[in-house]
């Protein structure tokens, strides 16, 4: 079959555009991707079901007419069934799970015109900021093969960074679209809590907190992307406002003079890297030059009792996605059915109460009206995405005597020693030390995104978050539109990448 030799000079919107005129066949893109992710993914370990002969077929004899007619795309292993293949979540303990169905996001992925080629590596159940599942392995950033793409939707930050396919699907529970895309220098938007579906098989994913949308090169291919997904689905308990007119129809749009805070003080306790620092102070004189009004300011928060409620919810999710499986499995579940990490924290969900787990989601969604009277004042608020550059692939493991430790106290079920010791609060507050800017946001249900703005001077991507008002995606693709045409990055492709043959 025929390839399609300029695939690198298109985004999503593009290649759909050149099907549309009939200039290119949906199979010639189809083969393009497939060859892309046969020479690039033995390096960078993104794509771990491969579904070839579907996308296949698709291509030659099922493609709707929608607004991405013909474009390969990628779904991450998580929340978005895909009916008849695996749909592991990176945990071994669900690897041959296969959903019978699909789920909503997908038919709408599908009825848009999308050919899913594969599902894309990530964490075991999203929960770490890093894709290294013991499952799949690591996914290495193309950056730098020796460093972590990112999580939890790693595998398709760097399936997009390495130009496999122009956008893939992500989803977002405490920053798993943007970490990853700061990490790989690409584009990531964090809808607005309601702003996507997760049926028929979740009411809502973390009480909220996490949503469903994508990683891209352009800016466009998101708002587009956004504009063909959204909205509620049957049974949905909320959802987000629809906008006055198209997202896409924004993305070329004057944003005007926009108020905008910036902060370089992080929402838990961390120490944020001078790359980092730098590459917001860039940011700043950038935002000054191009007219908006521009102040150093940061919501008011209670960052204790924040970082105690996230880890309260981040152990009784963990421990209730344990249990569903053993529901959805028909068995029970022990300790080497998961990773230690994993187990250790659904281990401390016994040593909280549910009045505690309650309040900490009350704790968790009373920040947002905290954080919302900011915005009475600021249109826009600008962070770095991350506190450190892409971190070399196991920094954040359990090593030496700590992970030995670690994986007797799990076999053990020894739960009480780590509450006595505060051994998994310890580590929980690590991880969080490394994303202590994009947690919030999902806590709030604001939209949030990560622009890749800055490069360090080892080559290294490190990406601004800029965050709107609750419902407000209009004016950060307004102003993500108006960055990319002042910072254009899409020239800017790692080292390891599939544009060369």
């Keep these: 079959m025929g390839r399609f030799a300029e695939y690198d000079k298109f985004d999503a919107m593009g290649l759909a555009e050149l099907v549309h005129k009939r200039q290119v066949q949906p199979s010639e893109l189809v083969e393009e991707a497939i060859d892309r992710i046969e020479r690039v993914n033995p390096q960078i370990n993104a794509v771990i079901h491969k579904m070839y002969d579907y996308a296949r077929k698709t291509a030659q004899w099922d493609v709707p007419d929608g607004p991405f007619k013909g474009v390969p795309f990628l779904l991450k292993d998580e929340v978005n069934a895909f009916a008849g ?6 945990s071994r303990f669900l690897k041959d799970y296969v959903p019978d169905h699909d789920g909503e996001l997908v038919k709408r992925y599908k009825a848009a015109g999308l050919i899913i080629l594969g599902k894309t590596n990530m964490p075991e159940f999203g929960l770490m900021p890093i894709t290294e599942p013991e499952l799949f392995g690591p996914c290495n950033n193309p950056w730098d093969l020796s460093r972590t793409a990112g999580g939890s939707s790693g595998g398709s930050a760097a399936a997009v960074a390495a130009r496999i396919v122009p956008i893939a699907n992500g989803n977002d529970g405490g920053g798993s679209l943007r970490i990853p895309a700061s990490f790989c220098g690409i584009f990531a938007m964090k809808p607005t809590r309601g702003r996507t579906p997760v049926g028929p098989d979740y009411s809502e994913v973390m009480h909220g907190l996490t949503c469903c949308h994508a990683l891209s090169v352009s800016v466009r291919d998101s708002a587009a992307l956004l504009d063909a997904v959204a909205g509620p689905d049957v049974g949905a308990p909320y959802y987000a406002a629809p906008p006055s007119r198209p997202f896409l129809a924004e993305v070329d749009a004057s944003p005007g003079k926009l108020r905008i805070a910036y902060t370089a003080r ?3 306790p961390a120490t944020v890297h001078q790359d980092c620092l730098k590459g917001l102070k860039e940011t700043v004189e950038l935002c000054r030059h191009l007219g908006h009004d521009i102040e150093e300011g940061t919501p008011d928060i209670d960052t204790p009792a924040n970082v105690r409620a996230a880890t309260i919810m981040i152990y009784g999710a963990t421990m209730a996605a344990i249990r569903d499986c053993e529901v959805l499995l028909k068995r029970k579940a022990t300790s080497r059915d998961f990773e ?6 659904a281990l401390m969900a016994k040593y909280h109460s549910s009045d505690e787990y309650a309040r900490a989601v009350d704790s968790l969604k009373l920040t947002g009206r905290r954080v919302g009277s900011f915005f009475e004042k600021y249109d826009v608020l600008l962070t770095p995405t991350m506190a450190v550059p892409p971190l070399a692939t196991g ?3 359990l090593r030496g ?3 030995t430790a670690a994986r007797v106290i799990a076999r053990l079920n020894a739960g009480l020693v ?3 010791f505060g051994t998994v609060d310890a580590a929980v507050g690590q ?3 490394v994303v202590p800017f994009t947690a ?3 806590a709030t249900g604001q939209p949030a995104m990560s622009v890749p703005l800055h490069w360090n001077e080892a080559g290294l991507p490190i990406g601004m978050q800029f965050v709107g008002r609750f419902g407000d995606e209009t004016t950060l693709f307004r102003l993500a539109g108006q960055l990319e045409k002042a910072r254009p990055w899409a020239g800017r492709v790692p080292p390891v990448n599939a544009t060369s043959k």
């Design 85 to 90: 293949v695996p749909l592991s979540s990176g």
């Design 401 to 403: 005597m700590q992970g």
């Design 418 to 420: 780590l509450k006595t």
């Design 340 to 345: 230690t990490a994993t187990w250790l924290a």
């Design 440 to 442: 919030l946001f999902n």
């Design 431 to 433: 991880t969080l030390s």
């Design 266 to 268: 992080p929402f838990v």
């Design 395 to 397: 920094a954040l493991s």
